[in-house]
């Protein structure tokens, strides 16, 4: 009987489903504690996952409507017959915003991008969609962040300071690092510590930039 | 609550009288204000210090009280050290919308009591703090920071300044961009330190139970040991090197080892720790101790 390792065993292992068929990977599961925490682990997830969208029901298209209109009224963000705030988020209104919603805005994206791609691609070994997938969340990330960038540094006054110098310099070594990353992932897609470092490297810029902002 | 202040203000003439010379060519003369405060304050009260440029210098002493002394020579700043309940805010003010960086220097002396909590942001100069044992909160930009003897749960982040901690102890959690870190004689149960361009130096005890986390982009990551040290140990470098000196016990699950860069992975005697070592494309040393 071909034995079954961790790595084997959680490829072919379906999270919906409660026991696997294969024989080899029941064995596997009865005699590696590890798995069978793995294994419970997503059981978990998965029930706390159904509670939460039992719980908190996608709110109606009314509400998003509102949500915006007040927004507008509010003059945080600028009308535009759109499809939704957050896709406006990446079409470029976010100049409009205040810093600190900025910031966290910025911020929290970068935590829903990381979070969000670690699901699918832990579930399977394939080349071209881990590339696909950095890419596409990266790319408009990216983008969106060099514009903020451009933004307030060409809308703030010169400053000599030696602070304002050290986060220039600071912000010269992230971007340095953000496209060794970049590198790393183009070249071994599936390298979850390449993509761990780029996104840490995009927070590290977020917050940099976000720092210039605020001077 | 009962609030004792008192506030001297002195005039130091630093040069000039001492120089008669230099008064020809001085337009202004340069003066030093000096200013104490005295605060009475509650077990663990909470200190927070707001200063753009300067110096910062945190002592605990025995004394239910905090005093702050502050020094600056310029008119375009002013210190303020204020009380609201068990809090003491202390903070430089800009008077001035355009301020050269020297003119917005002012320097702290302050002491605490032993158990008070801090938080300090100081963009530029130095921030040192001895024998406090509350938390701490330390934003910097380039400044930095020095900690002595300090318990609690400690967060220091910084842009560029480096951070060095003596006898530390309770829980750290330390982040740079390009700072280099020493964490020497350390008793924590709990340290993350992240740096990217900065190398990170470990000299403390691997407690039961704890945790260390180093990592960064590049640069060292020098991890010392002793003998009778325990730990679980993973250290991986996606481009560099890893030498390691400790004898380790392969894991159980060998393909656990990352298959990308250079990792590795196996336990110290009985693995009571848990050593997470990373690095980007800098080189990680687990050295024994001398």
Known sequence: ?215 | MSTTQFVSLGFNWKTGLLAPGLLLVTSSPVFAHNIEKHFKVEPRSVVTIHNPNGKVVVKAWTKSEVMVIATHTSDKVEVDAEQAGNRVDVTTHQLSETISPEDLRADYQINVPEDAELQIHDDSGEVTVANVMGDMNVETVGAGVDLEDAAGYLTVKTVGGSFQCVRCAGRLEVSSISGSFRLLSLRSYHVHAQTSKGNILFDGEFLPNGIYRLKNYSGVIEVHFSPGDSFDLSATSLKGKVNNQASLTPPAHPDRISKFGNAILGTFNAGHAKVELSSFDGTIKILKRD
């Open chain 1, 1 to 215: 009987m071909a034995t079954t390792t961790c790595r084997s065993f959680q490829e072919q292992f379906e999270p919906g489903s409660n026991s696997p068929r294969d024989v080899s990977v029941q064995a596997h599961l009865r005699d590696c504690p590890a798995c069978r925490s793995f294994v419970e682990d997503l059981g978990s997830i998965r029930a706390a996952a159904i509670e939460l969208a039992g719980s908190d029901p996608e709110p109606s298209a009314q509400i998003w409507i509102s949500l915006r209109a007040q927004l507008e009224q509010e003059g945080i963000i600028h009308g535009a017959a759109g499809k939704g705030w957050f896709a406006d988020l990446f079409r470029g209104h976010l100049g409009a915003l205040p810093r600190p919603v900025l910031a966290g805005a910025y911020l929290s994206v970068l935590l829903a991008v990381a979070f969000g791609l670690s699901g699918p691609i832990n579930s399977r070994i394939n080349r071209q969609r881990w590339l696909d997938g950095t890419q596409s969340s990266t790319t408009p990330l990216s983008a969106q962040l060099r514009s903020f960038e451009n933004d307030s540094l060409t809308s703030r006054p010169d400053t000599d300071s030696p602070v304002t110098a050290s986060l220039h310099s600071n912000l010269e070594i992230v971007d340095n690092y953000i496209s060794l990353c970049q590198d790393s992932v183009r070249e071994e897609p599936d390298n979850e510590i390449a993509r761990d470092y780029l996104y840490e490297a995009y927070q590290q810029k977020a917050d940099l930039v976000a720092q210039l902002n605020e001077r």
